[in-house]
Structures are given as structure tokens and as C-alpha cells.
Nanobody, 115 residues
Framework: QVQLVESGGGLVQPGGSLKLTCVAS????????MGWYRQVPGKQREFVAS???????GYADSVKGRFTMSRDNAKKTVYLQMTDLKLEDTAIYYC?????????WGQGTQVTVSS
């Protein structure tokens, strides 16, 4: 079974940067479209970014121009480079495949943007 482990979160000031990493173990397929999502307690999980196996990325309007998603298929790893972080980016960040290929969610990684 595929397991997802996110890391790289932390506390950062507004305008700062962080790079998140998500590693998939088990029988994760390289062909899956992968996504980053985030959730604030009490709110629904929301889409942040996605990337195809060929490296084409898409972003939510709220992060476009500030976040960059990438992947290393050989390492079964996806990344989310976050720059110019804003207070409203504070959330737990998760990765997962998109659509019917989704697997059980990992623990996520907390990103806190605060001055």
C-alpha cells in the first residue's frame, strides 16, 4: 500500500519561503497526477497545486506566481517551493494523487506564517 510522508513545514515570517517535500513509498505509480492540498482546522481541504508525470503544473489562483510544484519520478517525490508567504497560507499541507488514484492521506506538514 502506498504511504505518503510530507515534510518541510515550519514557522516563517510573512514574505518568507519554505520548500515542502512529499515522498511516496510502496507501489506508487509514476504516472499519477500528484497534487498538494492544504487545510485549516474547521475548513475543507483545498487544492493548492498539481503536476502531471511529465512535469506540467497547475496552481490555485491564490498561490499562482508564488508557489512552484515539481517532482522527481525516480525518487517518487514531489516538492512545493513556496515563496512570498502570506498569513493566509497558514495550514497543514498534504500531498496525494488526484482523482480516483488517491490513497490514504498522510499526516501532512504544518506551515505557519506569522510575524
Amino acid at each position: 500500500q502506498v504511504q505518503l510522508v510530507e515534510s518541510g513545514g515550519g514557522l516563517v515570517q510573512p514574505g518568507g519561503s519554505l520548500k515542502l517535500t512529499c515522498v511516496a513509498s510502496g507501489s506508487a505509480g509514476e504516472a499519477y497526477v500528484m497534487g498538494w492540498y492544504r487545510q485549516v482546522p474547521g475548513k475543507q481541504r483545498e487544492f493548492v497545486a498539481s503536476i502531471t508525470s511529465g512535469g506540467n503544473a497547475g496552481y490555485a489562483d491564490s498561490v499562482k506566481g508564488r508557489f512552484t510544484m515539481s517532482r522527481d519520478n525516480a525518487k517518487k517525490t514531489v516538492y512545493l517551493q513556496m515563496t512570498d508567504l502570506k498569513l493566509e497560507d497558514t495550514a497543514i499541507y498534504y500531498c496525494n494523487a488526484m482523482g480516483p488514484a488517491q490513497v490514504p492521506w498522510g499526516q501532512g506538514t504544518q506551515v505557519t506564517v506569522s510575524s
